[in-house]
């Protein structure tokens, strides 16, 4: 089945570590998308990358960083320069990048949390 | 900056009611406009994509409208069942940039 999977589902980070988030999409999609999710907030975009080593910073890039080095693949490493990073994080793909404006799919989501 | 409203931000019906969920917008150069579904914990299922140039889309109970000169779109399920309880979200993509704005969603709750 073609789709966009996350991993972990749960994960755990000490005060001052790096973690990193894992995306992996096999719809042949070329634009990829990360999104933070806080309750009772709508979606808001970190980064996106329209083609393979390409992105660009959403609209709360700070305390993060990623990597487009294959098309299927688009991790996110929260760093430690995050001051809030307990959220729910997801991935999402659409299939034309460039065109704009397209039809976007989503992973079942990373939910973070800093003990 | 696009902002993208849905109101109510709850709401509570008995099985079997239609209902009409809202989605406004502030900038009318949209691109398409989405309707996703979001179950507890769980990622967003789309339901339904308008592009700009269209005026509604169907599949199943549910029809989307789309008003760019109004700045809105109202998300319309037809004989609601308990299985629809879930978060309803929208997102309007912008002209000649692929980039997205979500609003903050509706709880809706099917009561049996």
């Known amino acids: 089945d073609g789709g966009i999977t996350q991993s972990p589902k749960y994960l755990f980070r000490k005060e001052g570590q790096n973690v990193t988030l894992s995306c992996e999409q096999n719809?042949?999609?070329?634009?990829m998308y990360w999104y933070r999710q806080d309750p009772g907030q709508g979606l808001r975009l970190i980064y996106y990358s329209q083609i393979v080593n390409d992105f660009q910073k959403g609209d709360i890039a700070e305390g993060y960083s990623v990597s487009r080095e294959k098309k299927e693949s688009f991790p996110l490493t929260v760093t430690s320069a995050q001051k809030n990073p307990t959220a729910f994080y997801l991935c999402?793909?659409?299939?034309?990048?460039?065109?704009?404006?397209?039809?976007?799919?989503f992973g079942p989501g990373t939910r973070l949390t800093v003990l | 900056k696009q902002e993208v409203t849905q109101i109510p931000a709850a709401l509570s019906v008995p099985e079997g009611e239609n209902l009409v969920l809202n989605c406004s917008f502030t900038?009318?150069?949209?691109?398409?406009l989405q309707w996703f579904r979001q179950d507890p914990g769980k990622g967003l299922t789309s339901l339904l994509l308008?592009?700009?140039?269209?005026r509604e889309q169907t599949s199943g109970r549910l029809n989307a409208s789309l008003d760019k000169s109004s700045g809105r779109s109202t998300l319309y399920i037809a004989a609601s069942q308990p299985g629809d309880s879930a978060t309803y979200l929208c997102a309007v993509g912008r002209y000649n940039f692929n980039k997205f704005y979500f609003g903050s969603g509706t709880k809706l709750n099917v009561k049996p």
């Open positions: 308008i592009q700009s140039s269209q």
């Open positions: 999402a793909s659409s299939p034309l990048g460039l065109a704009g404006g397209d039809e976007q799919f």
């Open positions: 900038d009318s150069a949209i691109y398409n």
């Open positions: 719809l042949n999609h070329d634009a």
